[in-house]
Nanobody, 124 residues
Framework: QVQVQESAGALLQTGESLRLSCNAS?????????LGWLRQAPGKAPEAIAC????????HYADSVKGRFTIFVDSTSVTLALQMNDLKPADSAKYYC????????????????WGQGTLVTVSS
């Protein structure tokens, strides 16, 4: 089982940027895992927003974040990150790094969240 340490959340203004990170802190790292980011806003269903396959050569993004968010993994397979640019109030949610059991296809029901999540709030 992978253990993670998540970066802190933030309160931001529309148009600002934030990088979320998720560090593998236990004996296992992210090597060979397809990974993703899942978010859930209050009262809404979870949404898989960005995923990367285990080879790190294919990414998938939800339409809601395409062109604004970038998922990446560092070369040591210890840090999974999500660069979020041009943030909007609709991006306000708790964000979770996750094991993408759909192999990087970013199917929400196949994302298994690690950690307690990080709260991101974007005000207009």
């Amino acid at each position: 089982q992978v253990q993670v340490q998540e970066s802190a959340g933030a309160l931001l203004q529309t148009g600002e940027s934030l990088r979320l990170s998720c560090n593998a802190s236990g004996e296992k790292d992210f090597d060979l895992f397809a990974l993703g980011w899942l978010r859930q806003a209050p009262g809404k269903a979870p949404e898989a927003i960005a995923c990367i396959n285990w080879k790190r050569d294919t990414t998938h993004y939800a339409d809601s974040v395409k062109g604004r968010f970038t998922i990446f993994v560092d070369s040591t397979s210890v840090t999974l990150a999500l660069q979020m640019n041009d943030l909007k109030p609709a991006d306000s949610a708790k964000y979770y790094c996750a094991n993408d059991k759909s192999g990087g296809r970013c199917l929400t029901s196949y994302l298994e969240a690690w950690g307690q999540g990080t709260l991101v709030t974007v005000s207009s």
